[in-house]
């Protein structure tokens, strides 16, 4: 194996669940985007993250130098939450790996479609159109809103 190929193989994201010890990075990552910053942090409780750490979908993305991204999807009504890639590990497949795995769990629970709202006109946007979403209309907070059937 070539020494592209073989740096390569080891920096393929690699998914797991996410733990409470993560979330101080996945916390970084967060903010670490130039989209869809978070303006008004009381929009994410504590509660909130809890419970998605606990009870639902929460995943990680990581490579040799750590975490990277994370997604967190509601397994009880077909909801991405949260999809986020720190900016410089974007275009890597982070992104996709992350999406794909929420999905197929979404679909095993039993979900004919999956749903998220994300800034219009935004990187995002682009990165869900293209793997097959469709944007279907914008939310009370001027967010468009995207539908996958599954």
């Known amino acids: 194996m070539s020494a592209p190929a073989k740096l390569e193989r ?8 996410a733990t409470t010890l993560d979330l101080p990075r996945i916390h970084e990552v967060r903010h670490g985007t130039a989209e869809n910053r ?5 929009l994410v409780t504590p509660a909130e993250v809890e419970w998605y750490l606990n009870e ?3 995943l ?3 490579d040799d130098a750590g975490i990277q991204g994370f997604t967190c999807a509601n397994h ?4 991405v ?7 410089g590990a974007q275009g890597r497949g982070h992104g996709t790996a992350l999406l794909n795995e929420a999905i197929e769990r ?9 749903f998220l709202t994300t800034g219009r006109d935004t990187g995002a946007a ?9 944007e279907t209309g914008v939310d009370r907070r001027g967010e468009a809103v995207f539908r996958l059937w599954l």
Not at 81 to 87: E, K, N, Q
Not at 126 to 134: A, L, P, Q, T, V
Request: hydrophobic letters at 40%; proline letters at 4%; glycine letters at 8%.
């Open 10 to 17: 080891h920096m393929l994201p690699r998914l797991r669940q």
């Open 38 to 42: 978070l303006e008004d942090p009381s």
């Open 56 to 58: 639902a979908i929460f």
């Open 60 to 62: 990680v993305s990581e």
């Open 76 to 79: 009880q009504t077909g909801y």
């Open 81 to 87: 939450w949260a999809l986020f890639v720190i900016d």
């Open 106 to 114: 979404l679909r095993q629970a039993g979900h004919r479609q999956a």
């Open 126 to 134: 682009g990165f869900y159109r293209s793997k097959g979403w469709i």
